[in-house]
């Protein structure tokens, strides 16, 4: 069964850092660009960033310079590096891969992790 599996959430102090990972597994023919996503009490679910393949990344406007999205698609993880945590920050964080092809019989999915609670408080 191909399946997200994050980890790496918890209760962090304002100021403090948190590392997220998100490791695919099961039968995975390739792996194109994947996102961190997440979602606040009673607010939709937001793109916090992406990676491509080659390691091109994008930020929300709200993390950048705080978040580094990275990947070693070695291993098939990708990570998600918090810096100077805020408050705001405090969500469900999601792994998402839009574009998994896996198999044989090859087929392509879009996968979303269970989610890792960060919550950020003092």
């Known amino acids: 069964q191909v399946q997200l599996v994050e980890s790496g959430g918890g209760l962090v102090q304002p100021g403090g850092s948190l590392k997220l990972s998100c490791a695919v597994s099961g039968s995975i023919f390739s792996i194109d660009a994947m996102a961190w996503y997440r979602q606040a009490p009673g607010k939709e679910r937001e793109l916090v960033a992406t990676i491509t393949t080659g390691g091109s990344t994008n930020y929300a406007d709200s993390v950048k310079g705080r978040f580094t999205i990275s990947r070693d698609n070695g291993k098939k993880i990708i990570y998600l590096q918090m810096n100077s945590l805020k408050p705001e920050d405090t969500a469900v964080y999601y792994c998402?891969?839009?574009?998994?092809?896996?198999?044989?019989?090859?087929?392509?999915?879009?996968?979303w992790g269970q989610g890792t609670l960060v919550t950020v408080s003092s």
């Open positions: 998402n891969a839009p574009h998994l092809v896996v198999g044989p019989p090859y087929k392509t999915i879009e996968l």
